[in-house]
């Protein structure tokens, strides 16, 4: 076997020791990313393909590697333009420039212009003429009339105009021999990620959470696995994975997606609707294994369609679930409480009137199954008349795996055909609606 040859370092030394003060920072860089990345976030530029589709789970590392590319391609390429586009402008600046994995964090500033950083452009320029310019996807149109050498898309499945703003950067990509562009996303089932993945000069990469276990903590890897492990929201957010519909599923993730707003029209009415545990007990191993309380924020539009603002469930005891619903009351300006009162009964309204006796609220009593309550609300949603205002995550993954078959009790889905109900004027053809009475006045 041929022996390897040991480098030269004294002649290693020797020529970096020659080099100016700013291409050596420049060289470690590089040199430094090359020994900390895993092979999957080394970027190698292949004729073959024009997008690089980084599919992966949170904690995965996407952005240290968008991050550490973009920069590098701007060293070893003067003059060049790299746009980076995150979802919003808050993205932009909290997370891709001044984040912990951020430029910011990565770029030694003597390898920037006297120009620098320009947090109001969200704009970096390098000594040697490169630019790194930031765009929210939120504004298609200010993509127009740039061009660039190399593109870089940052949660591309959470852009709000995602096919607008994602063909808007592809027709300025046009700068130079090659220009490539660099998506890095947590996947959802949006069209235009579906049809990414197919197209012929798209390369695919896929990673997970738990690839970069060195570099989260023992802790956290503990809870993810024990709170999402083998749960449709795990495979999306940890794995990576693009999920499909359920077959007989009341509610579907394209039909949410297609509905999605960033902000709800004038409402008419809110209500602030809880399934609640009665119970928040603890196994042997300390573990919480109660159900949760499902507290759901939704209202009414002046166009007549209903709008899920807010997600407030978890596992909570009776004490402090219902002043997270009084909280939620007075934060949204709510008309009312409502409550489902099968296994509470009139504990709900005492508590209640514990904490708060000016609350307006109503309790139901769920007289028919989970599923034919939730077949209203569903036909709802499938006529387009419900929409998510913004992503309520653990919230759609009960609603999108909900099946006649389904076991385990969806409180935040219960909490949200109730909140729903509650707002449509035929609500009491579905409930019988009680309703709550305090010093001889009928709430």
């Known amino acids: 076997m041929e022996a390897k040859t040991k480098p030269n370092l004294e002649n290693w030394q020797k020529q970096y020791n020659e080099l100016d003060s700013q291409t050596q920072k420049a060289s470690l860089l590089l040199t430094k990313w090359y020994a900390i990345a895993r092979d999957k976030q080394l970027i190698k530029d292949e004729d073959d393909y024009n997008i690089q589709l980084f599919l992966a789970g949170r904690g995965f590392g996407k952005t240290l590697t968008l991050s550490y590319d973009a920069t590098i391609y701007c060293l070893l390429n003067p003059n060049s333009i790299v746009g980076v586009v995150a979802p919003t402008y808050s993205d932009l600046k909290k997370i891709i420039f001044q984040g912990e994995s951020g430029f910011l964090s990565?770029?030694?500033?003597?390898?920037?212009s006297n120009?620098?950083?320009?947090?109001?452009?969200?704009?970096?320029?390098?000594t040697n003429g490169s630019k790194i310019i930031g765009y929210p996807a939120i504004e298609p149109d200010r993509l127009r009339g740039n061009n660039f050498h190399r593109a870089y898309c940052d949660e591309l499945a959470s852009w709000r105009y995602a096919t607008e703003t994602f063909d808007n950067l592809m027709m300025a990509l046009r700068l130079g021999e090659s220009p490539k562009c660099i998506i890095t996303t947590t996947p959802r089932p949006i069209e235009l990620i579906k049809q990414l993945v197919v197209r012929a000069d798209t390369k695919v990469i896929k990673g997970n959470t738990f690839e970069n276990a060195e570099n989260l903590a023992p802790s956290t890897i503990k809870m993810l696995k024990e709170r999402y492990s083998g749960t449709r929201i795990g495979q999306?957010?940890?794995y990576g994975q693009i999920l499909e519909d359920i077959e007989g599923a009341l509610f579907n993730a394209t039909n949410i997606e297609k509905n999605r707003v960033e902000l709800a029209p004038e409402l008419t009415r809110v209500v602030v609707a809880v399934d609640p545990a009665?119970?928040?007990?603890?196994?042997?191993?300390?573990?919480?294994?109660?159900?949760?309380t499902g507290i759901i924020v939704a209202g009414r539009?002046?166009?007549?369609?209903?709008?899920i603002l807010g997600d407030y469930s978890g596992i909570f005891s009776p004490d402090t679930w219902i002043k997270k619903a009084i909280e939620c009351y007075y934060k949204w300006e709510a008309d009312f409480i409502v409550?489902?009162?099968?296994?509470?009964?009139?504990?709900?309204?005492?508590?209640?009137?514990?904490?708060?006796?000016?609350?307006?609220?109503?309790?139901?009593?769920?007289?028919?199954?989970?599923?034919l309550r939730a077949e209203p609300v569903?036909?709802?949603?499938?006529?387009?008349?419900?929409?998510?205002v913004g992503y309520f995550k653990e919230l759609e993954e009960q609603m999108c795996s909900f099946t006649p078959y389904t076991v385990k009790s969806?409180?935040?889905?219960?909490?949200?055909?109730?909140?729903?109900?509650?707002?449509?004027?035929?609500?009491?053809?579905?409930?019988?609606?009680?309703?709550?009475?305090?010093?001889?006045?009928?709430?």
């Open 278 to 292: 009665v119970t928040s007990n603890k196994n042997i191993s300390g573990k919480r294994d109660s159900d949760e």
């Open 236 to 238: 999306q957010e940890l």
């Open 339 to 371: 409550a489902e009162t099968n296994q509470g009964g009139d504990l709900i309204e005492k508590l209640l009137r514990v904490q708060d006796a000016n609350v307006p609220y109503k309790g139901v009593h769920a007289k028919r199954g989970k599923v």
């Open 115 to 126: 120009s620098g950083y320009n947090k109001t452009d969200n704009q970096i320029e390098f």
């Open 106 to 112: 990565i770029i030694d500033r003597e390898l920037l």
């Open 301 to 307: 539009g002046v166009d007549n369609h209903y709008y």
């Open 410 to 443: 969806p409180d935040r889905l219960d909490a949200c055909v109730y909140a729903i109900s509650s707002l449509q004027n035929s609500g009491s053809a579905i409930f019988r609606i009680s309703w709550g009475i305090y010093n001889g006045i009928i709430w």
């Open 378 to 388: 569903s036909s709802i949603f499938e006529q387009d008349k419900a929409h998510m």
